[in-house]
């Protein structure tokens, strides 16, 4: 099945830097890969997604891009801000019958003021 | 549209008891989908019911199980509880499948502490 890593564990950045998380996945066939963002004690939410048709997705001051020949897709953050602390989860699907969401383990990302 | 809501919020159990958490979906969304987080282990899928029909499962024992009703509420039912059991279980929500590459919205969970 699906395997999905993210490196680093924990991101410490200074307010106003950029900050980059990684994710690498195994299954070749996967089309589909959201990011999610939790803050402490909250729910998860999409914050961006990309599918395997477009190479890069921008929205504000974030964007998400995706290699699918080495079957990694990253997260990209600019301009820090404290509210960005949170764990961020990246995930991969397939489609088909038999698809699922397989997410990473998250990244802590804080962010000093 | 009201968010996806769990019930309850917070559980305690102890060892070989069962328990059952609900889920109910945003209106209209036909896909429930469920996952427990526990520190480091990020969120692990269990599994996700369509139309009343589980689509897919997880790699969890068959102490997991749940269903899903016609109004697309979903249930899950863990049996004979073990201490590795305590955890956060999310529930998600999605208009279709998850097989398309849908927007998951998320529920706020359910707390199990298992003692």
């Known amino acids: 099945g699906e395997n999905v890593e993210q490196h680093p564990s924990t991101l410490s950045v200074q307010e106003g830097d950029s900050a980059v998380i990684k994710c690498t996945y195994s299954?070749?066939?996967?089309?589909?890969f959201p990011w999610y963002k939790q803050e402490l004690g909250k729910r998860p939410q999409l914050i961006i997604d990309?599918?395997?048709?477009?190479g890069e997705k921008k929205d504000q001051r974030i964007a998400v891009t995706l290699n699918k020949t080495a079957k990694h897709f990253s997260l990209h953050i600019t301009e820090t801000q404290p509210e960005d602390s949170a764990v961020y989860f990246c995930?991969?699907?397939?489609?088909?019958?038999?698809?699922?969401?397989?997410f990473g383990k998250g990244i802590t990302l804080s962010v000093r003021p | 549209k009201a968010g996806v809501t769990q019930t309850p919020r917070y559980l305690i159990k102890t060892r070989g008891q069962q328990v059952t958490l609900s889920c109910s979906p945003i209106?209209?969304?036909?896909?429930v989908s469920w996952y427990q987080q526990t520190p480091g282990q990020g969120l692990q899928f269990l599994f996700e019911?369509?139309?009343?029909?589980?689509?897919n499962k997880g790699n969890f024992p068959g102490r997991f199980s749940g269903r899903q009703f016609s109004n697309s509420r979903s249930e899950m039912n863990v049996s004979t509880l073990e201490l590795g059991d305590s955890a956060l279980y999310l529930c998600?929500?999605?208009?279709?499948?998850?097989?398309?590459?849908?927007?998951?919205?998320f529920g706020p969970g359910t707390r199990l502490t298992v003692l």
């Open positions: 998600a929500s999605s208009l279709w499948s998850t097989s398309g590459g849908n927007e998951q919205f």
């Open positions: 299954d070749s066939a996967s089309n589909y």
């Open positions: 990309i599918r395997s048709n477009v």
């Open positions: 995930a991969a699907s397939t489609a088909g019958a038999n698809s699922k969401l397989t």
């Open positions: 209106s209209g969304h036909r896909s």
């Open positions: 019911y369509f139309s009343e029909t589980q689509r």
